[in-house]
């Protein structure tokens, strides 16, 4: 929910819009200049025979994280991503990007400064989301960009992180456990309403499709699966106590959005097993994620999700710590990552056990029985961390698909 300040600020600029056209431009002109100050001194793309640009959302630090894995594994490419934030305030988790672009600057002449900067440096463009690049980021469509940069000689593909394209009503029936089941509320709503939308759109692209989850791959089945990259030495070397060697094992979730993640049926069992004394829960909100590692590393055992079926960001660095990652995989999802671990060199075994709200309790308890096994079941998490998402792999994919077309 937007706070009252920016509230305000929405309002006063709807104010300003009903206006007399000359009487907008003066009023609004010292803001502007402001505003295009910041767009101008956005760092220029650095030399290279291939320029990679992603934008403009970042979800979880992952645009970064995939430019320095292109940067990092592909010979001859330069790679930037930009965060055009929607509030005055940057978010609590303070991902970091090469370019941020505040909701101040984004009053400016977006297109005509940033814009054509871009179209000037970039020779490849990710369209996360659906979204643009060159302007209008939030409210507009990927399709106004195509057609320009395609002028330009620039190649383009774009990329959906899960929720902004996952149909919720098809995901509700194939997963007894999806946060979509029950009556609809003003969130499932305007969530459908954005799904509804970037599938339209998608109708009309013709370019390579990526998603960054492999149960993405159900609802677009012609996409491309580009890993999610983690900082997979950093998680490693946080590694506190040996896995599962407290009497009370230190239980961990940590939910970016509680409804997306099972989160009150995650607490009802944790909370219990807690008052029972059989572990500690300690549930992360809000931190930055520079320190993420160190309360990964900290705990025995990493609960991610049990309603989605999909793996994320939190699940990666649970593994790249060598901590117990417990997380609902759907059987096809696990059968694709199997699918990836052989034909990267891994034995197919995916380390992550697999709980939903039925089960939770139940597989922990199994873990507090049989430690010993356990404690193996993480030791190959940093193995396979090291396999899928030190960035290797993506950037694989995105030579693939985009950077040698």
């Known amino acids: 929910m937007a706070s009252p300040v920016n509230r305000l600020r929405r309002l006063a600029w709807r104010g300003l819009a009903l206006l007399p056209a000359p009487v907008r431009e003066v009023t609004t002109l010292p803001v502007r200049r402001r505003a295009d100050v910041e767009l101008r001194a956005l760092a220029p793309m650095p030399t290279a025979d291939r320029r990679l640009y992603l934008g403009p959302w970042n979800t979880a630090g992952q645009a970064y994280a995939w430019a320095r ?51 000037r440096e970039a020779t490849h463009v990710v369209l996360e989301s659906g979204r643009p690049v060159l302007g209008d980021l939030h409210a507009g469509s990927m399709l106004a960009d195509v057609p320009t940069l395609e002028a330009a000689g620039i190649r383009h593909a774009v990329l959906y992180h899960g929720s902004e394209i996952r149909d919720l009503r098809g995901h509700a029936e194939a997963y007894a456990h999806s946060p979509f089941h029950g009556p609809w509320d003003d969130y499932l709503r305007t969530l459908q309403a954005v799904v509804d939308r970037n599938r339209r759109e998608l109708a009309d692209y013709a370019g390579p ?169 993480a030791a190959r998490g940093p193995a396979w961390a090291r396999r899928h998402h030190d960035g290797a792999h993506a950037a694989e994919v995105l030579d693939r698909v985009l950077l040698s077309t």
């Open 69 to 119: 894995a292109a940067e990092r594994h592909l010979p001859g490419v330069a790679a930037q991503n930009l965060v055009a934030h929607r509030a005055a305030t940057a978010g609590s988790f303070r991902y970091p990007a090469d370019h941020e672009m505040s909701a101040l600057a984004q009053r400016g002449h977006v297109r005509e400064i940033h814009g054509a900067r871009v179209l």
């Open 209 to 377: 499709v990526l998603v960054s989850t492999p149960d993405l791959l159900d609802v677009l089945p012609g996409a491309t699966w580009l890993p999610l990259v983690v900082e997979v030495e950093r998680f490693a070397e946080a590694a506190g106590a040996p896995v599962l060697a407290r009497p009370r094992p230190v239980v961990l979730h940590a939910p970016s959005n509680p409804r997306l993640k099972g989160t009150d049926a995650v607490e009802r069992v944790l909370e219990g097993m807690q008052s029972a004394g059989l572990v500690e829960y300690r549930r992360l909100t809000g931190v930055p994620h520079a320190q993420m590692a160190a309360f990964v590393g900290d705990a025995d055992v990493v609960v991610d999700q049990v309603v989605l079926g999909n793996p994320g960001v939190l699940l990666a660095e649970t593994l790249a710590a060598g901590r117990l990652a417990v997380a609902h995989l759907a059987p096809g999802v696990r059968d694709r990552m199997a699918q990836a671990d052989r034909e990267h060199g891994g034995d197919g075994v995916v380390p992550v056990l697999d709980a939903d709200p039925d089960t939770l309790e139940e597989v922990l308890r199994r873990v507090l029985e049989d430690r010993g096994r356990h404690t193996g079941l």
